[in-house]
């Protein structure tokens, strides 16, 4: 036995179904008209109140509107394709031939075609060149000065549920532990396998942490562009940022992203 609510929510979308077509947002043809018979005919004997019997009356007027919707695009296109041989025959006749040779050309769609760069475009092509600056000179990197990780402010760690900078520091370390122990056999593991919790805010608050964890030495991002992945990769030993340049690389947490993610991972 169906319930209320899914024989309601069938009917009301079979009738806004039938509304966008009739207001030419659908195609009619897209419609399984045969499926939503079947259906409204399973459930028909199983509508008591008038409420129901009432949308199931729409439905049906819906569905024959989409079927009168199909029969009309039918009837046009079979107009437009169908001529009488007779009568195609005789207009071929009349016709001169610069008229049929104009006809054909009209009507010719060839699968290639010739091009060729005229002048102004070699030189164009020519002064690109000759301002193109040598290889060796090109995407030099700029200056870049580290910055060590700054100061966290009591406001920031009180709204993580951190009381003090031990507190926040004994965080940091447990989260390191953490890390190296869900890691593969080369130190690595994808960012977000990491990151992720059941809840959002847990998820914000882990990649804060991770954040840390990267800045402070303890972890190492790596970026493919061309995979869209994102790994994480544990050190066994603490590099201070004095050590290697730090490079910073932001990272959104949309919920609609984190959302998807947990759907997949269910």
């Not at 979308?13 to 659908?26: A, F, M, P, Q, T």
């Not at 169908?82 to 009568?87: K, S, Y």
């Not at 870049?144 to 940091?172: C, H, M, R, W």
């Amino acid at each position: 036995m169906v319930s209320k609510k899914r024989k309601e929510e069938l009917m009301e979308r079979i009738i806004d179904l039938s509304e966008s077509v009739k207001n030419h947002e659908v195609d009619p043809f897209e419609v399984d008209v045969e499926d939503f018979l079947k259906r409204l005919e399973k459930i028909f004997p199983e509508e008591e109140n008038p409420e129901e019997l009432l949308l199931d009356i729409r439905a049906m007027l819906g569905l024959t509107d989409v079927i009168s919707q199909q029969e009309d695009w039918i009837k046009h296109k079979s107009s437009l394709l169908h001529f009488d041989p007779m009568l195609v025959n005789m207009k071929v006749k009349e016709l001169s031939k610069k008229k049929l040779a104009y006809v054909l050309v009209e009507s010719w769609h060839p699968t290639i075609e010739m091009e060729s760069i005229a002048k102004p475009g070699i030189e164009d092509a020519i002064e690109y060149w000759e301002d193109l600056e040598p290889i060796s000179e090109r995407g030099a990197e700029l200056d870049t000065e580290e910055v060590p990780p700054g100061e966290i402010s009591k406001e920031d760690l009180a709204e993580y549920g951190f009381q003090s900078n031990e507190d926040f520091d004994e965080k940091i370390e447990e989260k390191w532990d953490e890390l190296k122990k869900e890691t593969d056999e080369e130190n690595k593991i994808p960012y977000w396998n990491f990151v992720d919790s059941d809840d959002y805010k847990e998820t914000i608050k882990n990649a804060w942490l991770t954040s840390f964890l990267i800045s402070y030495g303890y972890a190492k991002i790596e970026i493919s562009p061309l995979e869209e992945e994102i790994t994480l990769k544990a050190r066994e030993k603490r590099k201070t940022p004095s050590e290697e340049t730090g490079t910073s690389i932001p990272i959104a947490i949309s919920y609609d992203e984190w959302k998807d993610r947990r759907e997949k991972n269910e």
